[in-house]
């Protein structure tokens, strides 16, 4: 395939091909607006000079320092949302984004309250992932004192602290995952649930709603008790080989959250395609494999990409107008991904 020309840019931007001669030579009189739209075809269609213009179109912006905080340093999910925050950093045209990015290695507390102080005079605003702790909302409570908003990010923690929440309605995401076990079901039985641990916030709600789903649209289903895989692959896999084992009836399960490679491939090497509605969070290889293999019966997914978009935006807004007095959150529809899904990975 040839390389994109001036011509095709200036057909995707919807401008003329003097325009777009302009933008690339930074020459003046032309919009702010005119030159986002540019650089936006540019990099829809991967025109070899996006950066340059980009470059020019930044130039006079100030930095912005983005503190991001991270679970799971090898696990993909993780990866990828990094490489998206990343891409929309660069993406940004209110100012020259700068991403400092951390993992956190274990699940601990103290290991997610010692990266959140290490931002301190790092970066202007944080975004993180982790558990809900004691520990943990006192080290947002003295960011905050030092003018750095904490943003939680996929499950909630610090409540009325944090600046805000980005991310899906975790309550709504379990009745979800419930709603398709009851409709998808071969007949009524027992139906398993793994969270990886009580202090994410985001687990137990989808646990509470889980439950509360069958309990009022589907008390003929029984829910047996909840296990903690502590959102580990091998254990995880233990636990749902012991389930399957020991419940003939197991109809339904829910892993609602890390560790579900392991059931994966557990009710693969144990159970016929169909036997089992098996239901996961977060499109993987390894889940996008078990749809396709018959294993998996519905992913439900994370806009990763609309809240890293939209999460830059307010993180610039809340540094130009300062901390909000009330802390908001932000929710996000679930994506849906099943075995017939246009699967895009």
Same mark, same amino acid.
């Given at each position: 395939m040839s390389r994109p020309t001036i011509a095709d840019l200036a057909n995707a931007a919807g401008v003329g091909t003097a325009t777009v001669d302009r933008v690339l030579n930074g020459r003046q009189n032309v919009r702010e607006e005119t030159v986002r739209r540019v650089h936006e075809a540019a990099e829809k269609i991967g025109y070899h000079g996006a950066n340059i213009i980009r470059h020019r179109m930044l130039a006079d912006k100030e930095e912005f320092r983005l503190g991001l905080i991270l679970q799971k340093p090898r696990h993909f999910f993780y990866q990828e949302v990094l490489g998206i925050f990343e891409a929309q950093a660069?993406?940004?045209t209110l100012r020259r984004v700068h991403l400092v990015p951390q993992f956190a290695e274990t699940s601990q507390p103290e290991e997610l309250a010692r990266l959140l102080a290490s931002m301190k005079g790092r970066v202007d605003a944080v975004a993180a992932t982790g558990l809900d702790h004691p520990l943990v909302t006192q080290a947002v409570l003295d960011l905050r004192a030092a003018g750095v908003p904490v943003y939680s990010l996929l499950s909630d923690f610090a409540q009325g602290i944090r600046e805000s929440y980005f991310g899906t309605n975790n309550l709504k995401i379990g009745r979800i995952a419930g709603w398709f076990i009851s409709r998808l079901a071969r007949r009524?039985?027992?139906?398993?649930?793994?969270?990886?641990?009580?202090r994410f916030h985001g687990h137990e709600l989808r646990e509470t709603g889980f439950r509360s789903f069958f309990r009022d649209s589907a008390p003929e289903f029984q829910?047996?008790?909840? &296990?903690? =895989?502590?959102?580990?692959? &091998?254990? %995880?896999?233990?636990? %749902?080989? =012991? *389930?399957l084992s020991r419940q003939e009836d197991l109809v339904g399960l829910y892993c609602a959250g890390g560790g579900?490679?392991?059931?994966? &491939?557990?009710?693969?090497?144990?159970?016929?395609?169909?036997?089992?509605? *098996?239901?996961? =969070?977060?499109? %993987?290889p390894e889940s996008q494999a078990g749809l396709r293999n018959g294993t998996l019966s519905l992913v439900l997914g994370t806009p990763v990409r609309q809240i890293a978009a939209d999460l830059i935006t307010q993180m610039i807004d809340t540094s130009e107008k300062g901390l909000a007095e009330l802390p908001g959150q932000r929710f996000f529809p679930a994506q849906i991904w099943t075995p017939e899904s246009e699967l895009m990975m």
């Open positions: 660069r993406a940004c009524p039985g027992k139906v398993g649930l793994f969270i990886g641990g009580t829910m047996l008790e909840t &296990q903690i =895989n502590l959102e580990t692959r &091998q254990l %995880t896999y233990e636990a %749902t080989v =012991n *389930l579900m490679e392991g059931a994966i &491939q557990a009710v693969h090497e144990l159970r016929r395609p169909d036997e089992i509605v *098996l239901i996961v =969070n977060e499109l %993987t």
